[in-house]
Protein backbone atom coordinates (compact mmCIF):
# COMPACT_ATOMS: atom_id res chain seq x y z
CA UNK A 1 0.00 0.00 0.00
CA UNK A 2 2.52 2.51 -0.88
CA UNK A 3 2.30 5.32 -2.91
CA UNK A 4 4.29 5.30 -5.94
CA UNK A 5 4.57 8.18 -8.45
CA UNK A 6 4.52 8.16 -11.99
CA UNK A 7 5.47 11.58 -13.89
CA UNK A 8 4.88 12.73 -17.63
CA UNK A 9 6.52 15.63 -18.75
CA UNK A 10 3.91 18.17 -17.43
CA UNK A 11 1.04 16.44 -16.09
CA UNK A 12 0.47 16.03 -12.29
CA UNK A 13 1.75 12.71 -10.48
CA UNK A 14 -0.40 9.43 -10.18
CA UNK A 15 -0.42 8.86 -6.25
CA UNK A 16 -1.86 5.03 -6.10
CA UNK A 17 -1.98 2.60 -3.54
CA UNK A 18 -0.51 -0.64 -4.11
CA UNK A 19 -2.15 -4.32 -4.32
CA UNK A 20 -0.57 -7.32 -3.93
CA UNK A 21 0.70 -8.74 -7.49
CA UNK A 22 2.47 -7.46 -10.46
CA UNK A 23 4.47 -4.79 -9.72
CA UNK A 24 4.87 -3.10 -13.46
CA UNK A 25 5.31 0.48 -13.76
CA UNK A 26 4.02 1.47 -17.23
CA UNK A 27 0.94 3.54 -17.59
CA UNK A 28 -1.10 2.55 -20.65
CA UNK A 29 -2.25 5.16 -23.56
CA UNK A 30 -5.55 3.64 -22.90
CA UNK A 31 -5.13 4.42 -18.87
CA UNK A 32 -4.25 8.40 -19.52
CA UNK A 33 -6.96 8.27 -21.75
CA UNK A 34 -9.79 6.85 -19.45
CA UNK A 35 -7.95 9.13 -16.96
CA UNK A 36 -8.53 12.13 -18.95
CA UNK A 37 -12.06 11.18 -19.63
CA UNK A 38 -12.87 11.04 -16.13
CA UNK A 39 -11.97 14.72 -15.57
CA UNK A 40 -14.91 16.21 -14.06
CA UNK A 41 -16.72 12.94 -12.96
CA UNK A 42 -17.07 11.93 -9.88
CA UNK A 43 -18.61 12.36 -6.68
CA UNK A 44 -17.76 14.84 -3.86
CA UNK A 45 -17.05 13.63 -0.53
CA UNK A 46 -20.15 12.99 1.57
CA UNK A 47 -20.55 16.12 3.79
CA UNK A 48 -20.07 14.45 7.73
CA UNK A 49 -16.64 12.56 5.96
CA UNK A 50 -16.03 16.16 4.36
CA UNK A 51 -15.95 18.27 7.59
CA UNK A 52 -14.56 15.31 9.42
CA UNK A 53 -11.18 15.47 7.04
CA UNK A 54 -11.31 19.07 6.48
CA UNK A 55 -10.56 19.45 10.67
CA UNK A 56 -8.14 16.83 10.79
CA UNK A 57 -6.17 18.23 7.96
CA UNK A 58 -7.13 21.98 8.18
CA UNK A 59 -7.29 21.75 5.01
CA UNK A 60 -10.48 22.45 2.06
CA UNK A 61 -11.41 19.74 0.34
CA UNK A 62 -14.22 21.29 -1.57
CA UNK A 63 -13.08 20.01 -4.64
CA UNK A 64 -12.47 16.87 -4.02
CA UNK A 65 -13.91 14.08 -6.45
CA UNK A 66 -14.34 10.80 -5.38
CA UNK A 67 -14.65 7.97 -8.38
CA UNK A 68 -16.29 4.33 -7.69
CA UNK A 69 -17.63 2.14 -10.20
CA UNK A 70 -16.94 -0.35 -12.56
CA UNK A 71 -14.59 2.07 -14.84
CA UNK A 72 -12.33 3.44 -11.61
CA UNK A 73 -12.03 -0.08 -10.40
CA UNK A 74 -11.04 -1.14 -14.27
CA UNK A 75 -8.22 2.08 -13.79
CA UNK A 76 -7.05 0.86 -10.12
CA UNK A 77 -6.25 -2.52 -11.77
CA UNK A 78 -4.61 -1.30 -14.76
CA UNK A 79 -1.61 0.11 -12.37
CA UNK A 80 -2.32 -3.35 -9.26
CA UNK A 81 -4.16 -0.36 -6.94
CA UNK A 82 -6.54 -0.10 -4.55
CA UNK A 83 -6.52 3.37 -4.75
CA UNK A 84 -4.97 6.33 -6.46
CA UNK A 85 -4.85 10.35 -6.46
CA UNK A 86 -4.87 12.70 -9.44
CA UNK A 87 -4.85 16.37 -8.63
CA UNK A 88 -8.33 16.45 -6.75
CA UNK A 89 -9.54 13.19 -8.29
CA UNK A 90 -9.36 10.02 -6.55
CA UNK A 91 -10.24 6.64 -7.65
CA UNK A 92 -10.84 3.59 -5.60
CA UNK A 93 -10.58 -0.07 -6.84
CA UNK A 94 -13.76 -2.18 -6.50
CA UNK A 95 -14.81 -2.40 -2.69
CA UNK A 96 -12.09 0.43 -1.44
CA UNK A 97 -14.10 3.26 -0.56
CA UNK A 98 -15.83 2.63 3.05
CA UNK A 99 -14.83 5.67 5.09
CA UNK A 100 -16.79 4.21 7.69
CA UNK A 101 -14.67 1.87 8.33
CA UNK A 102 -11.59 1.82 10.33
CA UNK A 103 -9.12 0.63 7.04
CA UNK A 104 -11.28 2.30 4.87
CA UNK A 105 -11.07 6.03 6.67
CA UNK A 106 -7.29 5.54 6.71
CA UNK A 107 -6.90 4.64 2.80
CA UNK A 108 -9.13 7.75 2.30
CA UNK A 109 -7.00 10.06 4.35
CA UNK A 110 -3.79 8.92 2.89
CA UNK A 111 -4.77 9.25 -0.80
CA UNK A 112 -6.58 13.02 0.25
CA UNK A 113 -3.10 13.37 1.90
CA UNK A 114 -1.97 13.09 -1.85
CA UNK A 115 -5.03 15.68 -2.94
CA UNK A 116 -2.83 18.47 -0.85
CA UNK A 117 0.86 17.83 -2.21
CA UNK A 118 0.01 18.04 -5.71
CA UNK A 119 -1.83 20.67 -5.59
CA UNK A 120 0.51 23.54 -3.20
CA UNK A 121 3.12 21.66 -5.23
CA UNK A 122 5.25 21.54 -1.83
CA UNK A 123 8.50 20.21 -2.04
CA UNK A 124 8.53 19.54 1.52
CA UNK A 125 6.17 20.44 3.74
CA UNK A 126 8.32 20.70 6.47
CA UNK A 127 10.81 22.99 4.61
CA UNK A 128 7.87 26.22 4.57
CA UNK A 129 5.56 24.99 7.86
CA UNK A 130 5.13 26.74 10.74
CA UNK A 131 3.71 24.26 13.18
CA UNK A 132 1.52 25.56 16.11
CA UNK A 133 2.70 27.93 19.21
CA UNK A 134 6.29 26.65 17.88
CA UNK A 135 9.38 29.28 18.29
CA UNK A 136 12.06 29.17 15.52
CA UNK A 137 13.97 26.58 17.25
CA UNK A 138 11.07 24.37 17.85
CA UNK A 139 10.28 24.75 14.75
CA UNK A 140 13.88 23.45 13.12
CA UNK A 141 13.54 20.43 15.34
CA UNK A 142 10.05 19.20 14.59
CA UNK A 143 10.72 19.57 10.86
CA UNK A 144 13.89 17.91 11.16
CA UNK A 145 12.59 15.11 12.94
CA UNK A 146 9.51 14.80 10.82
CA UNK A 147 12.03 14.86 8.10
CA UNK A 148 13.75 11.40 9.23
CA UNK A 149 10.48 9.91 10.87
CA UNK A 150 8.86 10.08 6.83
CA UNK A 151 11.99 8.41 5.59
CA UNK A 152 11.88 6.01 7.70
CA UNK A 153 7.96 5.24 7.48
CA UNK A 154 8.38 5.44 3.57
CA UNK A 155 10.99 2.93 3.49
CA UNK A 156 8.96 0.63 5.87
CA UNK A 157 5.73 1.06 3.79
CA UNK A 158 7.55 0.18 0.78
CA UNK A 159 8.95 -3.19 2.30
CA UNK A 160 5.97 -4.33 4.24
CA UNK A 161 4.09 -4.10 0.70
CA UNK A 162 6.77 -5.92 -1.35
CA UNK A 163 6.62 -8.65 1.19
CA UNK A 164 3.10 -8.70 0.75
CA UNK A 165 3.29 -8.60 -3.11
CA UNK A 166 6.03 -11.15 -3.14
CA UNK A 167 8.77 -9.25 -4.64
CA UNK A 168 10.96 -8.92 -2.05
CA UNK A 169 10.84 -10.88 1.16
CA UNK A 170 13.55 -9.06 3.11
CA UNK A 171 11.41 -7.19 5.37
CA UNK A 172 10.16 -10.86 6.45
CA UNK A 173 13.13 -11.26 9.22
CA UNK A 174 12.51 -7.75 10.62
CA UNK A 175 8.57 -8.78 10.74
CA UNK A 176 9.02 -11.86 12.52
CA UNK A 177 11.45 -10.36 15.26
CA UNK A 178 9.68 -7.67 16.41
CA UNK A 179 6.18 -8.87 15.92
CA UNK A 180 6.42 -12.51 15.89
CA UNK A 181 4.69 -15.10 13.99
CA UNK A 182 2.22 -12.87 12.28
CA UNK A 183 -0.86 -13.81 9.80
CA UNK A 184 -1.20 -12.27 6.02
CA UNK A 185 -4.65 -10.34 7.83
CA UNK A 186 -2.19 -9.60 10.52
CA UNK A 187 0.46 -8.31 8.05
CA UNK A 188 -2.10 -6.11 6.38
CA UNK A 189 -3.42 -4.13 9.73
CA UNK A 190 -0.06 -3.77 10.25
CA UNK A 191 0.79 -1.82 7.00
CA UNK A 192 -2.61 0.19 7.15
CA UNK A 193 -1.55 1.68 10.98
CA UNK A 194 1.89 2.52 9.35
CA UNK A 195 0.01 4.27 6.12
CA UNK A 196 -2.66 5.77 8.89
CA UNK A 197 0.68 7.30 10.81
CA UNK A 198 2.50 8.38 7.53
CA UNK A 199 -0.77 10.50 7.33
CA UNK A 200 -0.30 11.89 10.63
CA UNK A 201 3.04 12.87 9.71
CA UNK A 202 2.80 14.22 6.74
CA UNK A 203 0.15 16.75 8.04
CA UNK A 204 1.58 19.64 9.67
CA UNK A 205 -1.45 20.89 10.88
CA UNK A 206 -1.04 18.07 13.34
CA UNK A 207 1.44 19.21 15.71
CA UNK A 208 1.43 21.65 18.26
CA UNK A 209 3.97 23.10 20.79
CA UNK A 210 2.47 23.26 24.51
CA UNK A 211 3.72 23.99 27.89
CA UNK A 212 1.94 22.89 31.40
CA UNK A 213 -0.19 26.23 30.88
CA UNK A 214 -1.83 25.76 27.51
CA UNK A 215 -1.79 21.31 28.07
CA UNK A 216 -1.92 20.11 32.07
CA UNK A 217 0.43 17.05 30.87
CA UNK A 218 3.00 19.11 30.41
CA UNK A 219 3.39 20.14 34.08
CA UNK A 220 3.89 18.16 37.42
CA UNK A 221 3.97 16.08 39.20
CA UNK A 222 4.63 13.76 35.76
CA UNK A 223 5.53 16.22 33.15
CA UNK A 224 4.85 14.39 29.35
CA UNK A 225 7.08 14.77 26.20
CA UNK A 226 3.90 14.46 24.37
CA UNK A 227 0.16 13.56 24.10
CA UNK A 228 -1.75 12.15 21.49
CA UNK A 229 -5.19 10.37 21.64
CA UNK A 230 -5.40 6.74 20.60
CA UNK A 231 -6.95 6.03 18.48
CA UNK A 232 -7.29 10.04 16.90
CA UNK A 233 -6.30 9.62 13.10
CA UNK A 234 -6.12 13.51 12.28
CA UNK A 235 -6.23 14.44 16.47
CA UNK A 236 -3.52 17.30 17.57
CA UNK A 237 -0.09 16.05 18.63
CA UNK A 238 0.55 18.06 22.07
CA UNK A 239 4.46 18.35 22.58
CA UNK A 240 5.88 19.75 25.49
CA UNK A 241 9.23 21.26 26.38
CA UNK A 242 10.79 18.25 27.21
CA UNK A 243 10.59 17.03 23.30
CA UNK A 244 13.21 20.34 22.73
CA UNK A 245 15.68 19.41 25.30
CA UNK A 246 18.99 18.09 24.09
CA UNK A 247 18.35 14.15 23.04
CA UNK A 248 20.39 12.89 25.77
CA UNK A 249 18.57 14.50 28.54
CA UNK A 250 14.76 14.24 27.06
CA UNK A 251 14.66 11.50 29.01
CA UNK A 252 11.26 10.31 26.85
CA UNK A 253 10.31 6.94 26.19
CA UNK A 254 12.20 7.42 23.11
CA UNK A 255 15.29 8.54 23.37
CA UNK A 256 15.11 10.07 19.59
CA UNK A 257 13.40 12.99 18.95
CA UNK A 258 12.34 11.61 15.79
CA UNK A 259 11.20 8.27 16.92
CA UNK A 260 9.19 9.90 19.33
CA UNK A 261 7.22 11.74 16.75
CA UNK A 262 6.87 8.67 14.70
CA UNK A 263 5.75 7.00 18.10
CA UNK A 264 2.86 9.71 18.70
CA UNK A 265 1.82 9.43 15.14
CA UNK A 266 1.72 5.78 15.93
CA UNK A 267 -0.76 6.59 18.65
CA UNK A 268 -3.07 8.14 16.26
CA UNK A 269 -3.20 5.60 14.07
CA UNK A 270 -4.18 2.67 16.75
CA UNK A 271 -1.18 1.54 18.00
CA UNK A 272 -1.66 1.83 21.60
CA UNK A 273 -0.35 -0.97 23.49
CA UNK A 274 3.19 -0.38 24.67
CA UNK A 275 5.02 -3.28 26.00
CA UNK A 276 8.78 -2.78 26.36
CA UNK A 277 10.85 -5.36 28.02
CA UNK A 278 14.12 -4.50 29.32
CA UNK A 279 16.99 -3.49 26.99
CA UNK A 280 17.19 -1.74 23.55
CA UNK A 281 15.59 -3.51 21.55
CA UNK A 282 11.59 -4.82 22.41
CA UNK A 283 11.45 -8.64 21.58
CA UNK A 284 8.68 -10.33 19.37
CA UNK A 285 5.13 -8.56 20.19
CA UNK A 286 1.63 -8.14 19.61
CA UNK A 287 0.47 -5.87 16.53
CA UNK A 288 -0.51 -3.77 19.49
CA UNK A 289 2.59 -2.99 20.46
CA UNK A 290 3.78 0.29 19.46
CA UNK A 291 7.48 -0.44 20.23
CA UNK A 292 7.63 -3.54 18.09
CA UNK A 293 6.43 -1.26 15.55
CA UNK A 294 8.75 1.96 15.88
CA UNK A 295 12.07 -0.95 16.34
CA UNK A 296 10.72 -2.79 13.00
CA UNK A 297 10.57 0.70 10.75
CA UNK A 298 13.73 1.37 12.62
CA UNK A 299 15.19 -1.66 11.72
CA UNK A 300 14.01 -1.16 7.71
CA UNK A 301 15.42 2.04 7.61
CA UNK A 302 18.76 1.35 9.31
CA UNK A 303 19.19 -2.01 6.85
CA UNK A 304 20.02 -4.16 9.67
CA UNK A 305 17.86 -6.26 8.73
Not at 99 to 106: A, D, I, M, R
Not at 145 to 169: E, H, M, W
Not at 278 to 302: E, L
Request: charged share 20%; net charge positive; aromatic share 6%.
Amino acid sequence: MCSLRRRGKKEKPIMRKAEAGNSGMSVSTSFASSLNASKGGGSPLPDGTRSFMENAFSADFSEVRIHTGSKASEMSRGINSKAFTHGNDIYFNECQYSPNTHSGKSLLAHELTHTIHQNTNQKSIGSIQRFADCNVSQNQMIRDGLTRARRRSTRAIRAVTNLQNGSDRSAAGSLARFFGEVTSAQITIILDRMNAADGQLNNPALWKCDTAATYSHCGPPNPWCAGTLCPSIGAITHLCPRVFNEESSMGCVESSRSILLQHEALRAAGVCGGVQPPGDMTSPGSINNIFSYSRFMYSIASGSR
